[in-house]
């Protein structure tokens, strides 16, 4: 086991709650040792560990499989950028004042679109067979509406409403130096794809953000999410960089863990 260790598993408790597990996860750098990931497991003891890190990193990766475990590839998640010292390509649709800021009035329709926008949607969750579909849809929806009702500080949220009814959304988490601002969730009510409705919102928030003097918008999805990729082309923003995300289901027994380590 190397010296000097980071400690980059954490404990995820909201992730526990929801999947009824003992749930680790973290984000591992380049200059992480390379048993990191094992050592925080051993240390840790959960039932499941997920970590990300730079795609094509296999460190990590080795140095399970050489302990027994066996780490599932669970997705590569692609991250666009935009400077917002740039101006958008193409102009924003005419906006009839639908877009704004969301309410506690706009919690029910928020829910609706994610349960119909993310019903079936692939991500990391999929990969892992402990894990249930209901509880991952679920996990969705709190993520969306912890963001628009009950927002901690730097979060956002945007909706599109038509008629007085959110259709369209996005999440946005906004760094307190203004070097970035990130969409971290948004979806479109699959009955009202098509109408441009997310291209318009797309952009506005682009222009709200550069008049608020923010260097930077990102955005990420997952690999095979092409349709979304090529709004995100349209509009200017560029792919910057991509992450692999890995599960660990761990032994029940964590003695197993032990005697499998050199």
Same mark, same amino acid.
């Given at each position: 086991?190397?010296?000097?260790?980071?400690?980059?598993? !954490? /404990? &995820?408790?909201?992730? &526990?709650?929801?999947?009824?597990?003992?749930?680790? !996860?973290?984000? #591992? =750098? %380049?200059? $992480?040792?390379?048993?990191?990931?094992?050592?925080?497991?051993?240390?840790? %003891?959960?039932?499941?560990?997920?970590?990300?890190?730079?795609?094509?990193?296999?460190?990590?990766?080795?140095?399970?499989?050489?302990?027994?475990?066996?780490?599932?590839?669970?997705? =590569?998640?692609?991250? *666009? %950028?935009?400077?917002?010292?740039?101006?958008?390509?193409?102009?924003?649709?005419?906006?009839?004042?639908?877009?704004?800021?969301?309410?506690?009035?706009?919690?029910? @329709?928020?829910?609706?679109?994610?349960?119909?926008?993310?019903?079936? +949607?692939?991500?990391? *969750?999929?990969?892992?067979?402990?894990? @249930?579909?209901?509880?991952?849809?679920?996990?969705?929806?709190?993520?969306?509406?912890? +963001?628009?009702?009950?927002? $901690?500080?730097?979060?956002?949220?945007? #909706?599109?409403?038509?008629?007085?009814?959110?259709?369209?959304?996005?999440?946005? %988490?906004?760094?307190?130096?203004?070097?970035?601002?990130?969409? #971290?969730?948004?979806?479109?009510?699959? $009955?009202?794809?098509?109408?441009?409705?997310? @291209? &318009?919102?797309?952009? @506005?928030?682009?222009?709200?953000? !550069?008049? $608020?003097?923010?260097?930077?918008?990102?955005?990420?999805?997952?690999?095979?999410? *092409?349709?979304?990729?090529?709004?995100?082309?349209?509009?200017?923003?560029?792919?910057?960089?991509?992450?692999?995300?890995? /599960?660990?289901?761990?032994?029940? &027994?964590?003695?197993?863990?032990?005697? =499998?380590?050199?």
């Amino acid at each position: 086991m190397s010296e000097g260790l980071l400690h980059v598993l !954490r /404990h &995820s408790q909201v992730e &526990s709650n929801r999947f009824g597990l003992r749930v680790v !996860r973290g984000m #591992v =750098t %380049k200059d $992480a040792p390379r048993d990191q990931v094992r050592a925080d497991i051993e240390r840790l %003891k959960p039932d499941i560990a997920i970590f990300r890190c730079e795609a094509g990193d296999t460190r990590q990766i080795d140095e399970l499989a050489k302990a027994g475990l066996v780490p599932r590839h669970a997705d =590569t998640l692609v991250y *666009y %950028k935009i400077s917002l010292d740039r101006p958008t390509i193409g102009a924003p649709a005419v906006d009839d004042g639908g877009i704004g800021q969301a309410e506690v009035c706009d919690a029910a @329709s928020l829910e609706a679109i994610v349960r119909r926008g993310f019903a079936g +949607y692939r991500n990391h *969750y999929h990969a892992n067979p402990l894990l @249930s579909e209901a509880a991952i849809l679920d996990g969705y929806v709190e993520w969306a509406l912890d +963001y628009a009702i009950r927002p $901690a500080e730097g979060q956002q949220t945007w #909706v599109y409403r038509i008629g007085g009814q959110a259709r369209s959304f996005a999440t946005c %988490k906004l760094r307190a130096d203004r070097s970035e601002v990130e969409i #971290v969730l948004n979806a479109t009510d699959p $009955a009202w794809t098509g109408r441009g409705l997310y @291209s &318009s919102l797309l952009k @506005s928030l682009i222009a709200y953000y !550069r008049r $608020a003097g923010f260097a930077a918008l990102v955005i990420s999805t997952q690999v095979w999410n *092409y349709g979304v990729q090529r709004v995100w082309s349209r509009t200017g923003l560029v792919i910057h960089r991509a992450f692999d995300t890995y /599960h660990v289901n761990v032994p029940a &027994s964590a003695s197993e863990v032990e005697t =499998t380590c050199p």
